[in-house]
């Protein structure tokens, strides 16, 4: 039976499900508070649009930490081929690339948005409406908004809110909807960045010398926490894709003790015995600056920073180089965020326990992942779950 759905929030958790409802007959009208759809879609996909990844899903579900057994069941009924697939319906070709992240072949993410939302503008049961902004939700499931002419009540059947995390405010991703949910009594758990930088006390003249500068193909670890890729040198601290898989562990250890200590590997190809066989070649002409360069094939980053950190450079140290992080860059910088609306108050089909008729798709929900297709697989996984929940009337 056809049913009226409201939505409220153009990003890809609220755009899929759209598009899925309208592939199932229901009628559909979604909000969004910006004069056009996908904002922080589009500047995610600037650098090159991560859709998901290739990986094995019992190692997938893992970057799921916490709610790894909830997202097990989740990214199990909506996949990664099934996200590949998706994109093939709407005309967007996906490749694998050689780190296993899924990518659009030719397309970018404002040609992709544009085949995405022709077809949900060009459908009789899609109404969209944008430039209203949420001020309200009732219990009896009256919206309110607030528009160019001024404030509009929609008394709704059913609602989905998909209005994204609290990072990059400019995207509108702003989170003031919590102060909404909570005042219905529904569970909240406060935001924290979450795939974002960490700051370091350098020394003026590293920030001088190394402003921008990259660590490529290092390893870091936090404990048994361990993370392969590359590190960009910032004047506050770092930041990066190795830096944002462990952020979450960073925060707990932060929150613990005040800062974390992480450890950096400079050759993670290389054994310990191998640098120190190399380390050992030096020639009594050679700087040890050269020396490093010439026999462990170390660059100027890698050196200064060892510099930076020790009296003394030794081969257990460039395995093993200590960094001490205080804390996380604010939440704004942030690439997402942990907390928001708390799965305990839901259903299995992200239904408000509390108010019946409300569902929560995407990043509004009470989880963290980490960049690498991860946290927009989860998107689209919980949108598909919120609309299999509402296919169900009994929610069997």
Request: hydrophobic content about 35%.
């Amino acid at each position: 039976m056809a049913k009226n759905i409201t939505i409220v929030g153009g990003g890809p958790a609220g755009l899929f499900c759209a598009y899925l409802l309208l592939k199932e007959g229901h009628h559909v009208d979604l909000y969004d508070h910006s004069s056009g759809l996908g904002k922080k879609f589009l500047i995610a996909g600037n650098g090159g649009l991560n859709l998901t990844h290739s990986e094995e899903l019992n190692s997938f579900v893992t970057k799921y930490t916490d709610n790894e057994k909830l997202f097990s069941d989740l990214i199990n009924d909506f996949t990664p081929r099934d996200l590949s697939d998706f994109c093939q319906e709407i005309g967007v070709e996906t490749y694998v690339g050689s780190s296993g992240r899924v990518f659009p072949k030719d397309l970018k993410a404002a040609q992709i948005l544009l085949n995405w939302t022709k077809r949900l503008k060009d459908h009789p049961n899609f109404n969209l409406n944008l430039k209203y902004s949420l001020i309200s939700i009732q219990e009896d499931k009256t919206l309110t908004f607030n528009t160019p002419q001024g404030e509009r009540k929609v008394k709704a059947e059913t609602i989905i809110l998909a209005l994204g995390g609290a990072s990059w405010k400019k995207t509108g991703s702003d989170g003031k909807w919590s102060e909404l949910c909570q005042r219905l009594g529904i569970e909240f758990k406060d935001f924290e960045p979450m795939n974002c930088g960490f700051e370091v006390s350098w020394s003026d003249f590293l920030i001088k010398k190394l402003d921008r500068s990259h660590l490529k193909n290092i390893e870091l670890s936090l404990k048994q926490r361990r993370a392969k890729g590359e590190v960009m040198i910032t004047p506050y601290g770092i930041e990066g894709g190795a830096v944002y898989a462990l952020s979450k562990f960073i925060q707990s250890e932060i929150t613990q003790n005040n800062e974390a200590i992480i450890n950096i590997d400079l050759k993670p190809d290389l054994s310990l015995n191998d640098v120190k066989e190399k380390f050992e070649r030096r020639k009594a002409k050679d700087s040890l600056s050269n020396h490093l360069r010439k026999n462990l094939n170390l660059d100027k980053t890698s050196i200064t920073l060892l510099n930076e950190c020790l009296k003394e450079i030794n081969p257990e140290l460039i395995k093993r180089l200590p960094l001490k992080l205080e804390r996380a860059r604010p939440i704004d910088e942030a690439i997402s965020t942990s907390g928001g609306i708390s799965f305990g108050g839901l259903t299995n089909y992200l239904e408000s326990q509390k108010v019946p008729g409300l569902y929560f798709a995407g990043e509004m929900l009470d989880f963290d992942a980490p960049t690498g297709g991860y946290l927009l697989q989860g998107c689209f996984s919980t949108a598909f779950r919120v609309v299999k929940g509402i296919n169900i009337p009994t929610h069997e």
